[in-house]
């Protein structure tokens, strides 16, 4: 169906708006006529739009740049808290939610735990933190809701197609959260939300491509190709963490034997690490698990950065299983730049070490030359800000300029 | 820089071309009525397109169609013949090359044996293949050269960055073709070039996503995202074969050890199958090898299909360990048809369900539940029908409509 001229108009100028103000936040401070260099738009349309931004609030002149000849430009900013989002991380283990600004940054942070809640009460939970995050903003500020959360989400329509922590299926949230509030409201996968925060708040580079593998509680990489997240047909894409890669090994929360899950994530690198203590009684592990009767990644670190060996070989053969599964993933997408996110990040060097020695050591050589493995923001926050990144690439249009 | 008004009118123009033609393609044939519904063109700009391609050949009027109230309109349809394109698979043991019609039927074919010859040779072979088919061609009708090759391909500069099987390294073939024959030239790795011809030529669900895998000499996949090719940041994505899966595996080519390629190519295969065959003496695998001294694919087959238990494992067990690799493409694409090419299809259904059962069998239940792993064609000449594709998807904007 051809395009009315009115929704043309309108579109022209969603599109126009977005690429001032993706110019202004990725490059600014920036004068008009820079902005309209950066992206080929007229001056005048520049003018207009910047005109609204300073009208409403989202940008402000900052006074005049250097001369280029004639008279000094007044140079435009983007107000970073001139908006805020609110962003919910529907966790395992708890629900976190914050306001952020426009960069990425955390303004009020509330978190509800979530253990042994059902469906009913988590929606409840879902509720609560949003009418408290609401009730703590000037709500003609709050852009929207980005929401991450384990499972498979159909991130187009805002449904939960199956989230086996939260008793939750075909749930459509977004629906249902964006009727209650009148906001926007983005759903993504936790890892694939995480993805695209990384993407946004911390990309310097703006590589267009990139991958983000979180390794928790759960393991799910995201895939953002181009600038978008890649979801595959099924939103699956990027759902790793129940591939089975062990023959014959234990069995998965999932119902199978020997998912990746079963031996990267942050439970079994704690049950390995307690077997450990249980098998060296000289190891500092040992004594941890003596003192305070649990051990916790952040015990196996220090432990490993002390020298204690028992720790080291734990923290190594976690970070060799996940290497293994990323040298899978560089043969098949061959981006060449992958983060590594969640709780299991804070094992530090020794284990990046090992994730990357193992990934190159399996992967077609020139591919793994061009592939940085880094460790991402050790931040407890990426889900919540990758879905306010979600949320903020949509609606403001603010996708990188290269 | 924004674009003069010239190049935008000619973009404009060559959109509107590309967008009738592939209505014609793909929905055709059909009336300037219902092309201008189905493109959301005006009926003038159709008109004006379809006039074009009725003086240039390329689609032609073919009489009536049923009246829907008033006079019954022009049918127009593609003339599948007007263009013929070249195109070249650079294989390991023979260079092939075909002149092929717009709906990737082959018109003629010229095979060279290639083994033994270094780079400049076969620099000289392809020259030779191609004058050879420009010469059995109205030179006018040939729209562009499409190449499929072995290695890393840089597609968008048309440069083999590395084909070790043909001594090339950085070699700019795209541009050496197109400057001695003067024809718009495309060149991408074999798998990559196999997958766009499935999607264009073999795909009448016209699905978005695609994965073909390729396993014959090497082994690889090649990856279409929504109409498109997907290369990666370094053209690598799909490199699949060189990934090592076995620990304290046998030495590929590459100089690595338990490459996928160690287990899965047709070398490996046939290699299994002589083991078989001189530890059995009593299976048909063993009546071959006596007879013959060397075992083919077909002959795997045949033996499988009549029941021979020796060569059925060594077919379960190659379907198993592609499957293994196939479960990784799920949890990491997520793409819903994965289609097996290459000379080891010929392995045939006891194949095929064993790597249909061993990728189910280590895939999340949904994901697995939803992707459709079939045969492709048998076709030898999938990369060359794939290379074309790509040429006349770029040439021609022959992109599927939905």
Not at 70 to 90: F, H, N, Q, Y
Not at 260 to 281: K, Y
């Amino acid at each position: 169906v051809p395009l009315s001229a009115k929704a043309t108009h309108q579109q022209t100028r969603a599109l126009n708006q977005g690429l001032v103000l993706r110019t202004l936040y990725h490059h600014g401070p920036a004068s008009r006529a820079e902005v309209a260099r950066l992206t080929g738009l007229t001056r005048t349309t520049v003018s207009d739009v910047v005109g609204e931004f300073v009208a409403t609030g989202i940008a402000r002149e900052i006074g005049r740049g250097p001369s280029t000849g004639g008279k000094a430009p007044i140079l435009v900013e983007v107000v970073d808290d001139s908006r805020l989002t609110i962003g919910l991380d529907l966790g395992e283990r708890a629900f976190t939610g914050a306001l952020v600004n426009l960069r990425g940054v955390v303004r009020h942070l509330v978190e509800i735990p979530v253990e042994g809640r059902d469906g009913h009460d988590a929606l409840a939970s879902v509720h609560r933190l949003i009418d408290d995050l609401l009730a703590g903003s000037g709500r003609d500020i709050v852009l929207g809701i980005g929401v991450g959360t384990p499972g498979l989400v159909d991130t187009e329509r805002g449904v939960i197609r199956w989230a086996v922590n939260l008793d939750w299926q075909d749930l459509p949230l977004g629906t249902i959260l964006s009727d209650r509030t009148g906001l926007p409201t983005y759903i993504a996968n936790d890892a694939r939300a995480a993805a695209m925060g990384e993407y946004l708040f911390a990309n310097p580079a703006r590589d267009a491509n990139l991958v983000a593998v979180k390794v928790g509680l759960g393991v799910g990489a995201g895939i953002v190709l181009d600038g978008r997240l890649f979801h595959g047909d099924d939103f699956g894409a990027g759902e790793i963490g129940h591939t089975v890669v062990v023959d014959d090994g234990v069995e998965c929360r999932c119902g199978r034997f020997g998912c990746l899950e079963t031996i990267t994530s942050s439970r079994a690198i704690l049950q390995e690490a307690e077997d450990a203590a249980a098998g060296h009684v000289d190891s500092a592990l040992h004594a941890v698990l003596d003192g305070t009767g649990a051990i916790t990644l952040a015990d196996v670190a220090s432990a490993t950065n002390a020298g204690d060996e028992p720790a080291r070989r734990v923290v190594v053969s976690a970070g060799r299983a996940l290497g293994r599964a990323i040298a899978g993933l560089i043969g098949v997408l061959n981006v060449r730049r992958i983060v590594l996110l969640g709780s299991v990040s804070a094992l530090g060097d020794a284990y990046l070490d090992a994730v990357r020695d193992e990934a190159s050591r399996r992967s077609l050589g020139t591919l793994a030359k061009a592939t940085e493995i880094v460790l991402g923001r050790p931040d407890e926050d990426v889900v919540l800000l990758g879905a306010v990144a979600l949320l903020m690439t949509r609606e403001l249009g603010l996708v990188p300029v290269r």
